[in-house]
């Protein structure tokens, strides 16, 4: 996997051949956004394509995540989640993040559902 770094955006990249990546017309492998403020990382978004999910792309786009945390000095990493999302509630669970709090209605009055708060202390 190739990787760019562009200020709090972070894309994986396909290698040039690599066959998982073939036929989805684009190199693009994931992409993370976040950005470190006041020795927090807060994690923005996070997405990989569904032909290329459970390959562990999004752990490695985490990490890099957290690394950049740490080499910022930052103390802890957050997010919001939102209540049905299973798949990144146990991809942030299987990282060590832990639910601090709960925002009900927070995507909007017509779903009712809630945001989950995560945090992870960076060692
Ligand atoms: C959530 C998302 C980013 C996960 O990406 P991914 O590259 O498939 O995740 P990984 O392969 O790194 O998974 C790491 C671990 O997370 C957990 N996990 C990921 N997807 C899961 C699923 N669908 N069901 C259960 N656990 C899941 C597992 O513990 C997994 O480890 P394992 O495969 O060894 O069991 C992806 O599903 C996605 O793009 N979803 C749509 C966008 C989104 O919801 N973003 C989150 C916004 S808060």
Partial sequence: MEEIVRGSLFVARAAPGDAS????GA???GYICFWCVAGEVQILNI??????????????LLDFAI?????K????????VRQSNTAARRLYESL?????GERPGYYGAQSG????LMELDIP
């Fill in 21 to 24: 990546a073939c036929g989805s």
């Fill in 27 to 29: 190199d693009i492998a």
């Fill in 47 to 60: 997405a990989v394509p569904k032909h290329l999910r459970r390959k562990g792309i999004a752990r490695k």
């Fill in 67 to 71: 690394c950049t945390g740490r080499e």
């Fill in 73 to 80: 000095k930052a103390g802890v990493v957050t997010l919001e």
């Fill in 96 to 100: 060590g993040f832990r639910i601090t």
């Fill in 113 to 116: 559902e809630s945001a989950i």
